[in-house]
């Protein structure tokens, strides 16, 4: 069974940083993509961040580039996402989501598997 579970998230004021971990079990995780999407109050869930562990080919929000950087260590099987100079308007539930690599799409939440539970990012102004 795959399990896919978030941590990390937390409150931090504006221009402040957090780190997000994903660890993953369950499934041959060097042939699976792994995603990071946002879901804020009255909003559809959106795609932030990608990595595909096959080829490490990555992708990024508009919203979030050049703040947000996506790594991964599969050694422990785990995905990161370090969100820098966060803004109020990066404030959601944050989810990361897994799926076979080459049929995951960064953008559509439907490509992928399996779900985390979610952790809560709130920036203050």
């Known amino acids: 069974e795959v399990q896919l579970v978030e941590s990390g998230g937390g409150l931090v004021q504006a221009g402040g940083s957090l780190r997000l971990s994903c660890a993953a079990s369950g499934f041959a995780f060097d042939d699976y993509a792994i995603g990071w999407f946002r879901q804020a109050p009255g909003k559809e869930r959106a795609g932030v961040s990608y990595?595909?562990?096959?080829?490490?080919?990555?992708y990024y929000a508009d919203s979030v580039k050049g703040r947000f950087t996506i790594s991964c260590d599969n050694g422990k099987n785990t995905v990161h996402l370090q969100m820098n100079s966060l803004k109020p308007e990066d404030t959601a539930v944050y989810y990361c989501?897994?799926?076979?690599?080459?049929?995951?799409?960064?953008?559509?939440?439907?490509?992928?598997?399996?779900w985390g539970r979610g952790t809560q990012v709130t920036v203050s102004s």
């Open positions: 989501a897994g799926g076979p690599a080459g049929l995951t799409i960064a953008t559509i939440p439907a490509s992928f598997a399996s």
């Open positions: 990595i595909s562990n096959r080829d490490g080919s990555t």
